[in-house]
């Protein structure tokens, strides 16, 4: 079963469903109306506690939700600062490598401009390169 899946992109929001309620200012009956549909129209999953936005949601919602790669070669002394710096960025995940490049950061596309901004304000990176996947082959 583990083989035939494929991992998936999930965003959550925590908040209760009476605050959401509030905020939308509609009582929590008529949220859950709205939940089950959005649920039944393959939009959101909900559970005790969370509603996740589906790929479709995203989608709809104008936002790319693709995947980017950035490389970076930096001055090696001025690494243990930048790795400290990375550790802070919101990222899927960020590798130390060996190689003709230092570090290797996996980035959702919708944080790329984010991310690139803020790395461009390290003191140390000598060089960027990012790649946007289009596409995954397995």
């Known amino acids: 079963m583990f083989k035939k899946s494929k991992p998936l992109r999930v965003f959550t ?28 129209l393959g939009f959101l999953r909900t559970g005790r506690g969370f509603i996740d936005l589906t790929e479709r949601a995203v989608q709809l919602l104008g936002r790319q939700s693709g995947e980017a790669i950035i490389v970076l070669r930096i001055e090696p002394s001025k690494r243990l600062h930048i790795y400290s710096a990375l550790s802070n960025l919101p990222v899927e995940k960020v590798y130390r490598v060996t190689g003709d490049v230092d570090v290797i950061i996996h980035v959702s596309q919708p944080l790329l401009e984010e991310v690139l901004n803020r790395i461009n304000t390290l003191e140390g990176v000598r060089e960027t390169r990012t790649y946007v996947v289009i596409e995954t082959i397995k």
């Open 13 to 40: 929001v925590t908040d209760t469903q009476s605050s959401i309620a509030k905020e939308l200012g509609i009582s929590r009956q008529a949220l859950n109306m709205h939940l089950k549909k959005l649920r039944e």
